[in-house]
């Protein structure tokens, strides 16, 4: 099993950056892709971007395309995710997520074909 940590969430004014980061550890890691999601209270998790582990390739949300920045380290295991100019709508706890799957861009969207989540890290962007 693979345990996933999110850091680097806080409490931000619109305008300002974040960088996110996610450590994957346990078991000899051989994800397919790592994904970032968010979520509401009350709202669904939604997607945010994605990475390819092994090609690099990404896949974003239109809300974050030119503003959020997914990248990897293979070596080290992380996924970071550097959010510029956020929006108080971007308000959210963050989840990064492992998939197995080895599957098209639109199935990087979707939370069911995640199987490990981290436990979340809070980003707030006041107005």
């Known amino acids: 099993q693979v345990q996933l940590v999110e850091s680097g969430g806080g409490l931000v004014q619109a305008g300002d950056s974040l960088r996110l980061s996610c450590a994957a550890s346990?078991?000899?890691?051989?994800?397919?892709?790592m994904g970032w999601f968010r979520q509401v209270p009350g709202k669904e998790r939604e997607f945010v971007a994605a990475?390819?582990?092994?090609?690099?390739?990404?896949v974003y949300a239109d809300s974050a395309k030119g503003r959020f920045t997914i990248s990897r380290d293979n070596a080290k295991n992380t996924v970071d995710l550097q959010m510029n100019s956020l929006k108080p709508e971007d308000t959210a706890i963050y989840y990064c997520?492992?998939?197995?799957?080895?599957?098209?861009?639109?199935?990087?969207?979707?939370?069911?074909?995640?199987?490990?989540w981290g436990q979340g890290t809070q980003v707030t962007v006041s107005s």
């Open positions: 346990g078991r000899t890691f051989a994800g397919y892709a």
């Open positions: 997520a492992v998939t197995y799957s080895a599957v098209h861009n639109m199935g990087l969207m979707w939370k069911n074909n995640y199987k490990s």
């Open positions: 990475i390819r582990w092994s090609a690099g390739s990404t």
